[in-house]
């Protein structure tokens, strides 16, 4: 079975204080792997795609990787406006929708 | 503004009744999606069209909800006699093929 898995549930990190994101998954051929960043009461936003293992993408203070079973997303030296829930998501390869995980919520303290 | 639209933002009514959310994609994107998050849960995939035809629909989707697509432009999604259950943020995405989904706003319904 497709799925995702998101650790830790929660997360507070002084400002500053760099750290990082899993996300496990299985699935019948990857066709992508997505991060979004959520803020309460509104929609996700994207934030970056990676399609093979070995891939990395960065912007501004986040740097996303990808491995056959899991994708990090390290967080460097964040901001109190870094706060967010972050959303990883799946797509299989025989379809075009989205599996998400749980969410990671980020609290960064000033 | 050209990002993904939805309306209404807040829809608050009585079990039973019908309700209908409208989402209008951004215009260049061929595929429309439809997904439904509840509190502290990562979005569920309902159902997703490209262009006018619907592709794909979740096994959770009772025969309740159904989604439409007519010109393969905006989309509705109307939920039948509704129950407390249904209470969530429904959330409509829009890409270009399999390209990264961008969602919009969602519309939050209150079942009371």
């Known amino acids: 079975e497709d799925q995702v898995t998101q650790s830790p549930e929660a997360l507070r990190l002084q400002e500053g204080e760099s750290s990082s994101l899993n996300c496990s998954y299985t699935v019948s051929g990857l066709r992508g792997l997505f991060w979004y960043r959520q803020d309460p009461g509104k929609g996700p936003e994207f934030l970056f795609t990676?399609?093979?293992a070995g891939e990395e993408k960065e912007k501004e203070r986040l740097k996303a990787t990808l491995t056959k079973k899991e994708s990090f997303l390290h967080i460097t030296a964040p901001k109190p406006e870094d706060s967010a829930t972050y959303l990883c998501?799946?797509?299989?390869?025989?379809?075009?929708?989205?599996?998400f995980g749980q969410g990671t919520t980020l609290q960064v303290k000033p | 503004d050209t990002g993904v639209s939805q309306n209404p933002r807040h829809k608050i009514t009585k079990r039973g009744q019908n309700v209908t959310f409208r989402c209008d994609p951004i215009s260049e994107h061929n595929r429309l999606y439809w997904y439904r998050q509840t509190l502290g849960q990562g979005p569920e995939f309902l159902t997703y069209?490209?262009?006018?035809?619907?592709?794909?629909k979740s096994r959770l989707l009772s025969d309740r909800f159904s989604a439409e697509r007519p010109k393969g432009s905006f989309s509705t999604l109307e939920i039948q006699r509704t129950e407390q259950g249904d209470s969530a943020m429904y959330l409509c995405a829009s890409s270009f093929g399999n390209n990264e989904q961008f969602f919009g706003p969602g519309t939050r319904l209150t079942v009371l």
């Open positions: 069209f490209q262009n006018e035809a619907q592709l794909e």
């Open positions: 990676l399609y093979s």
């Open positions: 998501a799946i797509m299989p390869g025989n379809t075009g929708k989205l599996i």
